[in-house]
Structures are given as C-alpha cells and as structure tokens.
Nanobody
Framework: QVQLVQSGGGLVQPGGHLTLTCASS????????VGWFRQAPGKEREGVSC????????VYAHSVKGRFTISRGTVKNTVFLRMNDLRPEDTAVYFC??????????????????WSQGTQVTVSS
C-alpha cells in the first residue's frame, strides 16, 4: 500500500526534545523532497520544515529555526524531524509528506503527494 507512516509523538515538558520518524511504503521517499507540517487546534496546517530531494537545501519556518532539524535516516526511505527546546506553542498534530518538486518544498507548500496519518505532539508541564 502506498502510504507514509510516522511515529515518535507524545507528551514532553517545555525545553524537552522529541524526534519524529517518517517512513514510506509502496514508493521511495528517498526520491522526493520531504516536508514536515503541523496543525494546532483551530489553526491552519503550516509547513515546519522541508528537505530537498538531493539533500542540498533545507527550509525551516521561522518559529522553529535553530530548534528543529530535518534529515534523512540511514534506513532507506526514512526521514527524521529532531525537535529541541520544545515550547507549548509547538503543540500540534504533526504530519510528513513528500513534495513533487524542490520548489514546492522550498515554499513549504501544502501541495504534496501523500500525507502521513499525523501524530500528536503535546508540550506541557
């Protein structure tokens, strides 16, 4: 089945860290630019980060720059989002997705190929 599956969400205290994993099934995520998105209650889905197809460019939303890092895994077709110094405003459902072009990736566009199922990240004391 063609899909993206992510894991790694959960509850973390402010200042803590969490790593999300995204893995593809039925297609090669390594052949695409890949992005991370999030959606908080009552808010629109927003792009958080994106990594170009050839790993030569990364884009981060201003709100997470310097705290989050997107990277490919050593296992094929896997991508990580390392989240450090988490804040309550980072609380959201997080999604990963493949982009059909590096341009769309660079714009953190919601126009993607496939979406993951989403996982809750809650930052609270």
């Amino acid at each position: 089945q063609v899909q993206l599956v992510q894991s790694g969400g959960g509850l973390v205290q402010p200042g803590g860290h969490l790593t999300l994993t995204c893995a593809s099934s039925g297609f090669a995520l390594d052949d695409y630019a890949v992005g991370w998105f999030r959606q908080a209650p009552g808010k629109e889905r927003e792009g958080v980060s994106c990594l170009s197809e050839n790993n030569d460019n990364t884009v981060y939303a201003h709100s997470v720059k310097g705290r989050f890092t997107i990277s490919r895994g050593t296992v094929k077709n896997t991508v990580f989002l390392r989240m450090n110094d988490l804040r309550p405003e980072d609380t959201a459902v997080y999604f990963c997705a493949n982009h059909m072009s590096d341009y769309l990736c660079s714009k953190l566009s919601n126009d993607v190929g496939y979406w993951s199922q989403g996982t809750q990240v809650t930052v609270s004391s």
